[in-house]
């Protein structure tokens, strides 16, 4: 604690000592919730896995705290999370992606590889730095396309249905689709305040 903190704390005692117990506590609890936000913050929106996100992440060319907001969103980080459609584990990967991504990487796949972290983690980052490349970096419309298909996100741009940007999201034909991109961004600045590295 550097000499401002401490002064800070002195004058919550000194106002609690002196029997002005409701200013000291809201005082004392400003003064912990400036100390304790990004700690409390990182229970809420934990990072498991980070060494092994992060790693990948670098290779694929994806931010690791956006990768981080996709799980946290798609699984709440469950290894043996199952959607209704079919998708497995930590990065909710279709079995066909991972069969194509396994193919593209000249690896052996088996579907109940998708609920193992080291399989699903690298699958599913490669596939959305693949999506990356595919839309020129463009991180809403990879998420887009990571949700509905990298062909259905370029036929909603060909055809005007949609114009890719976020401030236009209201726009994007499918609503699942359009919750699910305003999702992860919401949830992406919370990862980038609690784990991003100071520049």
């Given at each position: ?34 100390a ?41 980080f ?11 584990g ?23 590889d ?51 940007r ?31 590295q100071?520049?």
């Open positions: 604690m550097d000499l401002g903190w401490e002064r800070v704390v002195k004058v919550i005692f000194f106002v609690i000592k002196k029997r002005q117990l409701k200013i000291g506590l809201v005082l004392l609890m400003s003064l912990l919730g400036v304790l936000h990004k700690p409390v913050g990182r229970l809420v929106y934990p990072f498991p896995y980070r060494e092994e996100i992060e790693i990948r992440s670098e290779y694929a060319g994806v931010d690791p705290q956006l990768v981080a907001a996709l799980i946290y969103v798609e699984s709440k469950d290894p043996k999370a199952r959607s209704t459609k079919g998708a497995r930590l990065m909710q990967i279709m079995p066909e992606t991972a069969a194509w991504v396994s193919a593209q990487k000249g690896l052996a796949f088996q579907v109940d998708l609920d193992r972290p080291e399989v699903n983690i690298p699958l599913g980052v490669w596939y959305l730095g693949y999506l990356f490349r595919e839309f020129n970096g463009d991180r809403v419309l990879a998420l887009a396309a990571y949700n509905a298909g990298g062909e259905k996100v370029k036929a909603w741009l060909v055809s005007g249905a949609w114009t890719g976020v401030d236009d999201l209201h726009r994007i034909p499918y609503l699942e689709t359009r919750r699910y991109v305003a999702k992860i961004m919401r949830t992406y600045c919370f990862y980038r305040y609690l784990y991003a100071p520049e």
